[in-house]
DNA sequence: ATTACATGTGTACGCTCGTACGCATGAGCA
DNA sequence: TGCTCATGCGTACGAGCGTACACATGTAAT
């Protein structure tokens, strides 16, 4: 006896399984920290049997990975995809402005996910490559509009800002991220 | 039977045992995190039995949040006091560069404490309090010297900078973070 | 010297975890 | 239709964990 019956559905043949399991890891990973993310807990938020995770992937390390890839890869593409459209040096300050301050900052967008994966990565070197590919292609994207040194300043700087306000009570507006990084790009 | 007799220590009345299960807590949350940090494992890494947690601290929060105390405390002291020291706003901007290159960013001082607060204190009410309680006295610091903005944005820097260099693989040298310090404040 | 009590020590309990593994099942192919 | 195997499912096992607690011991007050 496994206790009550747990209303046995049927579901077979679910050809998106894998997929759904890596946001359901994204969204555990952001509600209870790293620490707090196992194979049960995404199992249950995804609505599928613990054997399930052992089948779709190598271990927690692997599920990991694969989620903070999806999450970084998705911030860096609109990064990418805002910059490349920069005609001018205004237009990138602009654009630089716009991301940090409308979307990295955005109360849908869970900026705790990125400090997560950086403690996740000091210890992990699959996350840390991660991490790095991620911090290379915004730095990339900068140095189509500012020499290096300013692109990795500038990168700092968000980095800076953004992890300020994810964890203050008292967080900056977008009108006090718009003066410091203009302060610093014009 | 418990196994090999483990080095009968006669190790009674330890005076400083308190003070030095914090030390260890701290270096063991270099090592392995605070994820990997356990009462067994701080015990050990002071050479003292499990069951001297116990009488010492209320619960792992407790050691955690005592541990993060000192830390930021340490910190916090000695930038109020080259702040403190400084005359004029040139000199203000030379203790900030100081601090951040020499400092915060010296082989011997554990960035990655710094970062492990941060995630933790996202999750846990006593350790967001002494988060805060630090940026706060840290912006106090800057604001003897520099307007209200410009102490906040620089200490956005600040933790852009510092974070940045704890997490790559080709960290910032000390000029470079000079250059950038200096590039805002002058 | 006796006592009281703060401190130190060893061990046990119940829990959750990652992972392994045997069995079930149904989709796609011959 | 019948076969086959990728996929899905349930459960068990050993390990490590936080914590509690009974007992030991040394200090300091009387």
């Known amino acids: 006896m496994t206790g009550a019956a747990p209303a046995r559905r049927t579901r077979r043949h679910d050809p998106h399984r894998r997929d759904r399991l890596i946001d359901a890891a994204l ?4 509600e209870h920290g790293v620490a707090g993310t196992t194979h049960r807990e995404i199992a249950r938020a995804a609505d599928v049997p613990l054997g399930s995770m052992t089948y779709h992937f190598d271990g ?3 599920i990991l990975a694969e989620a903070f890839t999806r999450h970084t890869e998705s911030i860096a593409r609109v990064f990418d995809e805002r910059l490349t459209a920069a005609r001018t040096r205004d237009e990138a300050v602009e654009a630089v402005v716009t991301l ?7 109360p849908g967008h869970d900026l705790i996910l990125t400090v997560e994966l ?7 070197p699959r996350l840390k490559a991660v991490t790095q590919a991620w911090m290379q292609r915004s730095r990339d994207a900068l140095v189509r509009h500012f020499d290096p040194t ?3 300043e500038v990168d700092a700087l968000i980095e800076g800002l953004t992890l300020h306000s994810a964890l203050s ?4 507006t977008p009108a006090q991220i718009r003066h410091a990084i203009e302060r ?3």
Chains 1, 2 share one sequence.
């Not at 950086?118 to 992990?124: I, M, Q, T």
Request: charged share 25%; hydrophobic share 50%; proline share 3%.
């Open 184 to 186: 610093y790009l014009r």
């Open 169 to 172: 009570t008292d967080p900056m």
């Open 118 to 124: 950086y403690v996740a990565a000091a210890r992990n």
């Open 150 to 152: 300013t692109a990795r």
């Open 27 to 30: 969204a555990v990973i952001a």
């Open 100 to 106: 940090v301050a409308d979307d990295l900052l955005s």
């Open 60 to 62: 927690l390390d692997d």
